[in-house]
């Protein structure tokens, strides 16, 4: 089973959107879920992305990009 991976408006504050700063993990590498994958950072803050779950993941969104809030960056799949 497929997991996206989003940030809900609350983790990125004030601003609404947010760059998304580094991934932290390889395209196609397994993690464990928990692991941190990707750091976003805003005006304010800089905010760790976690994994859901233990697969692979499947990155949706380059570094640099800026994201909105509900905007899937990644999925942890079994494929």
């Known amino acids: 089973m497929d997991i996206d991976i ?12 947010g760059d998304l700063a580094q991934w932290l993990v390889d395209d196609g590498a397994r ?10 950072e805003t005006a ?15 990155r949706l969104v380059e570094a640099g990009k800026v994201i909105g809030p509900d905007t899937v960056i990644a999925r942890i799949t079994d494929a």
Request: hydrophobic share 50%.
């Open 6 to 17: 989003t940030l809900g408006a609350d983790a990125l504050g004030e601003e609404g959107e």
């Open 31 to 40: 993690v464990e879920g928990g692991a941190v994958i990707a750091e976003i």
């Open 44 to 58: 304010k803050v800089l905010t760790e992305v976690l994994a859901l779950a233990t697969s692979r993941l499947l």
